[in-house]
């Protein structure tokens, strides 16, 4: 086992949330253009920008982590949040404006030669090749995408940037492999996130509800909602999050935990539950009507990666998901594909039952004392 890292704080500190902030905004932000653009290159845009705001979200993550809490810290965490901060000021026009997709990419480039700065100071890695290095190059990609008109030429610019970056830990295991990372301070860091992305599906529904004028199924429509945000809430926190610092204390190689639980699996999960948020609101928009065009698809299609994502999580961290969450995601993505046959309430509906039900068996199975079905898969983190 790689000696584990000396946790200056195994808590978040102030300065931490203060930064997290940033990030409430940012998903707010991301999360608004399939909601003003319902269509599928909307929805294609917005996880291109949670990507990138999610991976310098876990570079500045990993650059605090076993660094005490002074003011040099701070003031590091406040630079990289004015440059956070600016990118989710442009990033509903980071690919159709005119100067905002350029300030957006100058800013994260600002960010990311600060992340490299910070973790060649701190000597985290022992390779010059490694995913910080990665990093600065596809941020230098997005300034380019920047430049170049607006079109399908800057989208695949971004798209080749995006894979580029959370390539980085692949491409450079080795330097991955040596770093020591703690067991305490980056498991919160990452609940912390998850419940900033089930916030927007409280703000997101709430700020529809308050502009409208709501009948009954709105209403029926708003309280489901919330429920569906406690269901998936247990889900993680009930038993998802004490199998994350299980498998960060006990396992061989730390950093494999770090890049495909938390840096990969995470993502997954944060997207789905983005999706969520969009798909809500439609339902509280027009509950008893069905839905046309990308908005029949978002709620169960967000719901089915949420959960997925623990089956990937699990299959990394233990070599087998369980039975339970893999038939869900798989009848979740079947719903999916009825979503345009179905009034948006009756899929609000479905997929709550569902997620409460899952729950509902997974309680009954850990406290009868048996052991979680499980789907037997090849690999193991």
């Not at 500190?13 to 653009?37: G, I, R, Y």
């Not at 709501?214 to 199998?243: H, I, K, N, P, Q």
Request: net charge positive; aromatic share 10%.
């Amino acid at each position: 086992m790689t000696e584990p890292l000396h946790e200056a704080h195994d808590r978040a500190s102030w300065a931490e949330l203060f930064f997290d902030l940033v990030l409430v905004f940012a998903v707010t932000q991301a999360a608004h253009l399939p909601v003003s653009h319902p269509n599928w290159g909307a929805v294609g845009q917005a996880v291109l920008l949670l990507a990138v705001m999610w991976w310098s979200w876990v570079g500045v993550t990993l650059t605090v982590h076993g660094v005490e809490d002074t003011s040099r810290q701070r003031f590091f965490l406040f630079a990289s949040g004015l440059a956070m901060f600016t990118m989710a000021i442009t990033a509903p026009h980071a690919f159709t404006g005119h100067a905002e997709p350029l300030i957006f990419a100058s800013a994260h480039l600002a960010l990311r030669l600060l992340l490299w700065v910070a973790i060649r100071r701190k000597r985290t890695f022992d390779r010059w090749l490694n995913p910080y290095v990665i990093s600065v190059i596809s941020a230098a990609l997005l300034v380019v995408a920047g430049i170049v008109p607006e079109g399908g030429v800057r989208v695949a610019i971004w798209v080749v940037a995006v894979l580029l970056a959370f390539a980085g830990p692949a491409l450079s295991v080795r330097a991955v492999a040596t770093v020591r990372f703690g067991a305490t301070h980056l498991p919160e860091r990452f609940a912390l996130f998850v419940i900033i992305a089930l916030g927007e599906c409280v703000a997101s529904v709430g700020n529809q509800a308050s502009e409208s004028h709501l009948g009954l199924a709105s209403w029926a429509a708003v309280v489901l909602t919330f429920l569906l945000g406690c269901g998936l809430w247990w889900l993680y926190f009930a038993y998802g999050f004490s199998a994350i610092e299980h498998s960060l204390r006990t396992n061989r190689v730390r950093g494999t935990v770090v890049r495909d639980v938390l840096s990969y699996g995470h993502m997954l999960l944060v997207v789905g539950l983005v999706l969520v948020s969009v798909g809500a609101r439609a339902v509280v928009e027009h509950p008893t009507g069905t839905a046309h065009g990308v908005n029949a698809y978002l709620l169960p299609l967000g719901a089915a990666l949420f959960v997925l994502g623990f089956c990937f999580t699990r299959w990394r961290m233990f070599g087998a998901p369980t039975l339970g969450r893999t038939v869900v995601a798989l009848a979740l993505g079947a719903l999916t594909a009825l979503g345009s046959f179905l009034p948006t309430l009756a899929t609000l509906i479905i997929v709550t039952i569902v997620i409460a039900a899952l729950n509902a068996y997974e309680h009954w199975v850990v406290s009868t004392g048996h052991a979680l079905p499980l789907v037997r898969l090849p690999g193991r983190a």
